[in-house]
């Protein structure tokens, strides 16, 4: 808090404050660089981040969500956590409305099969809601790309940008990964179900972070948009857009978003190949199903595939 302002502040003057030595000054800058904070020592000056920092708070995004507010019966913002998917799915609470919660940092943050999440300290938002659905679980086919939209139309909403989907659940601008959403769902086969639904969000990446630290090509919002966003506005929206499309998902299934997804489908018409487990497949993408299925079509006939560890590259540039 101290250092969000982005202006220099001296080892003295912040042991002042805190009540701590100056030796225990630089023990919390180490802890909070290897956190991911990019903080800069000035010879004589003290310390400083690179640009202003705006941390998360939960009275803000409450009042940018207005009256959608409502809709959630709690919303936390932690300092760290492990993974905030992790505490939403080991919350034993009974949930009646859902919950949502953030963290400036998380050290065990997860992608897709279980990969790491690079997760540094402020310069994203991760964001997991709890949400009850009174399907049973095979019902939820199609959720996680709802959520993926859900992000895409609130990114473009706050930053101006053209957010495009890459099947079943990354978020690309142009040709480098954004940003991924994770569902991870818990109750009975007859329903009703809790689903956790996780969104990682490159906002203002450290300017250490290199493609070398990620093993694919990225981007932030920063680089991207050149807007330093308000990750608080940012949470609002896409709360406020999950507040709109998950009752509608949870009643009409993933029929309705069809057309909306494929619009963003950065591999629509593309030939692309397919991983499931050991085997492979190549062909032409052709969008998704009702299901949420990625159609591909293999010398003139489609089949749906469904297999959520499918992954997908384009066979050419």
Not at 6 to 13: A, F, N, R, Y
Not at 76 to 83: P, Y
Request: charged share 25%; proline share 6%; aromatic share 6%.
């Amino acid at each position: 808090e101290i250092l969000a302002d982005g202006e220099p502040h001296s080892g003295e003057d912040i042991g002042s404050r805190l009540g701590v030595s100056r030796a225990a000054v630089w023990k919390l800058v180490d802890q909070a660089r290897r956190a991911g904070l990019d903080i800069r020592a000035l010879p004589g000056a003290g310390y400083r981040l690179p640009a202003p920092l705006t941390l998360l708070d939960a009275g803000r995004i409450s009042e940018a969500l207005g009256t959608d507010v409502h809709h959630y019966r709690r919303l936390e913002v932690r300092l760290a956590t492990g993974s905030t998917n992790q505490d939403l799915l080991q919350d034993s609470a009974p949930l009646d409305h859902p919950v949502a919660l953030l963290a400036e940092h998380q050290s065990a943050g997860r992608g897709r099969r279980g990969r790491h999440w690079l997760s540094p300290m402020g310069a994203s938002l991760y964001l997991s809601v709890a949400w009850p659905l009174g399907v049973p679980v095979a019902g939820l086919s199609g959720l996680s790309l709802v959520a993926g939209l859900a992000v895409a139309e609130a990114v473009d909403q706050i930053c101006d940008l053209q957010v495009g989907l890459k099947w079943p659940n990354d978020l690309y601008v142009g040709r480098r990964k954004i940003g991924g959403i994770l569902v991870e769902v818990s109750g009975s086969p007859e329903g009703p179900c809790k689903a956790v639904i996780g969104s990682g969000l490159n906002c203002r990446f450290p300017e250490g972070v290199e493609d070398t630290d990620i093993d694919q090509p990225w981007t932030d919002l920063y680089r991207a948009s050149g807007i330093a966003v308000d990750r608080n506005q940012l949470a609002a929206a896409i709360l406020a857009q999950y507040a709109r499309d998950l009752p509608v998902f949870e009643r009409d299934g993933f029929t309705p978003f069809v057309e909306r997804w494929n619009r963003r489908d950065i591999l629509l018409d593309q030939p692309v190949i397919l991983q499931l487990g050991q085997e492979s497949a190549t062909g032409i993408a052709r969008g998704v199903s009702e299901l949420g299925a990625l159609v591909l079509e293999e010398n003139g006939r489609r089949r749906s595939i469904a297999g959520g560890d499918v992954s997908l590259r384009p066979d050419r540039p």
